[in-house]
């Protein structure tokens, strides 16, 4: 089994750090002068590889993503915001809560 494949089907504390330190390296204030141009490729590709569609966080690290100077960056954050099945989306009214609780941490305003 290789790495990632073990992260993918860690227990949730496990999966909750990883998605916390993903969200350190795309989504702090300075993660673009903290971190390197693959530091932030890496936790975007590892974000799609490693999390269902339909989870808030990670399509929340997408969106943040996307503004990035590097296309390369934008380019991967972009695939993981295109899914065919409606039904794998998450849900609407969890994605804007969890949205509005990030703006209220003032960590991405």
Same mark, same amino acid.
């Given at each position: %089994?290789? %790495?990632?494949?073990?992260?993918?089907?860690?227990?949730?504390?496990?999966?909750?750090?990883?998605?916390? /330190? /993903?969200?350190?390296?795309? !989504? !702090?204030?300075?993660?673009? +002068?903290?971190?390197? @141009?693959?530091?932030?490729?890496?936790?975007? +590709?590892?974000?799609?590889? /490693?999390?269902?569609?339909?989870?808030? @966080?990670?399509?929340?690290?997408?969106?943040?993503?996307? $503004?990035?100077?590097?296309?390369?960056?934008?380019?991967?954050?972009?695939? !993981?915001?295109?899914?065919?099945?409606?039904?794998?989306?998450?849900?609407?009214? $969890?994605?804007? $809560?969890?949205?509005?609780?990030?703006?209220?941490?003032?960590?991405?305003?």
């Amino acid at each position: %089994m290789c %790495m990632t494949n073990a992260f993918r089907v860690a227990n949730s504390p496990i999966r909750s750090e990883i998605l916390s /330190l /993903l969200l350190t390296i795309i !989504g !702090g204030k300075n993660s673009k +002068r903290e971190y390197t @141009t693959s530091a932030r490729f890496a936790a975007i +590709r590892w974000t799609n590889y /490693l999390f269902d569609f339909n989870n808030s @966080t990670a399509r929340f690290l997408c969106i943040i993503a996307l $503004e990035d100077d590097k296309i390369e960056i934008r380019e991967e954050a972009m695939r !993981g915001l295109k899914h065919k099945r409606a039904a794998d989306y998450p849900i609407f009214s $969890e994605f804007i $809560e969890f949205i509005q609780s990030k703006n209220k941490e003032s960590k991405f305003s």
